[in-house]
């Protein structure tokens, strides 16, 4: 998500896939632990008695993890936005050397052509298939890195379709006019940015906008399965941006929003990383949720604890944004998923 103000650890070693066990029961011929001792030694079980009983499911082996090719793609909360050393062409897309993508390439032992980062700042789900303009140049389209060899996919995208920026933006700027008329002498709303959001009709204009963005994923969740048939798809939702008690951010935020307008904003992205885990449910893909693992990490958490930098970010990082701890967490819960 790009904060074009438009839109996670320590990492260990690779897991291999281990030697199944094969359990079998029985109750008359030779012990099971002789049968699983030949079987690990490579040699053949001793004749059996016919078993009595039912014999044991075998254990499955566990799914291997992803060898690549893999290629990244996503938003500004993919890319990096800001996060030194910057790397990449256009420049404009602000691509970070240690974002997720870059440490889970890592982590999995893959470089030059089996790791490709297309992700974007400022990207919407359009600009997987079609060109984005940037100030630095003209990024391809993403989807166009994806080839029938691609065996790993990861994609985190959606909230500037579903303008989650904006509605950060259009709060504060709802909160600044309310505490004005309210220096004037005029009560101040509970809520004033939850209202202006509010339909005619009763209904929710950003639940209508994250909704219309889940189907805009959806498509394009086909079009990656199209391109790639053989590659696992890891959709990756957004970090919380705020505590699950909103109060707990008065020391950063002061009084600058009313305490309804942060819970709405929690809610908002709750929708939206809840819409993210249907879609990628609905085509098959794999959804890693951001909002547990940075549970305590949010930008009201000290400069020590954050992984998303608050309006007034450390210097030289990008507001409302994660910093480069926020890319460990991600690549952390990525690599998690990966190794099932």
């Avoid at 897309?93 to 240690?98: D, F, I, L």
């Avoid at 379709?161 to 600044?176: P, T």
């Avoid at 879609?279 to 949010?298: I, K, M, Q």
Wanted: glycine letters at 14%; one cysteine or more.
């Amino acid at each position: 998500m790009s904060l074009s103000v438009r839109p996670i650890g320590t990492l260990g070693g690779v897991l291999s896939a281990g030697l199944a066990a094969v359990l079998v029961a029985g109750c008359s011929g030779s012990s099971g632990s002789e049968t699983v001792a030949a079987a690990a030694a490579g040699g053949s079980a001793p004749p059996r008695a016919a078993a009595t009983g039912a014999a044991a499911t075998p254990t499955p082996a566990p799914t291997p993890t992803p060898t690549g090719p893999y290629v990244a793609l996503g938003d500004s909360y993919t890319a990096g936005l800001k996060i030194s050393p910057q790397v990449g062409e256009p420049k404009g897309c602000s691509r970070s050397a240690v974002n997720y993508p870059s440490l889970v390439a890592q982590a999995l032992g893959l470089a030059g052509e089996r790791f490709r980062d297309v992700s974007c700042s400022g990207a919407r789900t359009g600009d997987l298939t079609g060109t984005q303009s940037t100030e630095g140049g003209v990024n391809p389209p993403q989807l166009d890195a994806l080839t029938p060899a691609t065996r790993l996919v990861t994609l985190g995208i959606g909230g500037n379709d579903a303008g989650f920026m904006e509605v950060v933006g259009q709060c504060a700027k709802e909160n600044l006019v309310d505490a004005l008329k309210g220096l004037v002498g005029s009560d101040r709303a509970a809520a004033p940015c939850r209202d202006s959001y509010a339909a005619a009709d009763g209904g929710d204009q950003v639940q209508r906008k994250v909704d219309s963005a889940g189907e805009r994923l959806g498509e394009t969740l086909k079009e990656v399965k199209r391109r790639s048939p053989q590659a696992r798809v890891y959709v990756v939702g957004y970090p919380a941006l705020l505590p699950a008690d909103p109060a707990s951010c008065a020391p950063v935020l002061g009084a600058t929003v009313a305490g309804g307008d942060l819970g709405f904003l929690v809610e908002k992205e709750q929708q939206l990383n809840a819409m993210l885990k249907r879609r990628a449910e609905a085509a098959g893909a794999v959804f890693v949720d951001l909002t547990g693992p940075s549970a305590g990490h949010d930008m009201c958490a000290g400069e020590t604890a954050r992984w998303v930098e608050p309006p007034f970010p450390t210097h030289g990082l990008a507001a409302i944004h994660p910093n480069a701890k926020g890319q460990e967490g991600a690549a952390a819960a990525v690599l998690k998923a990966l190794r099932g």
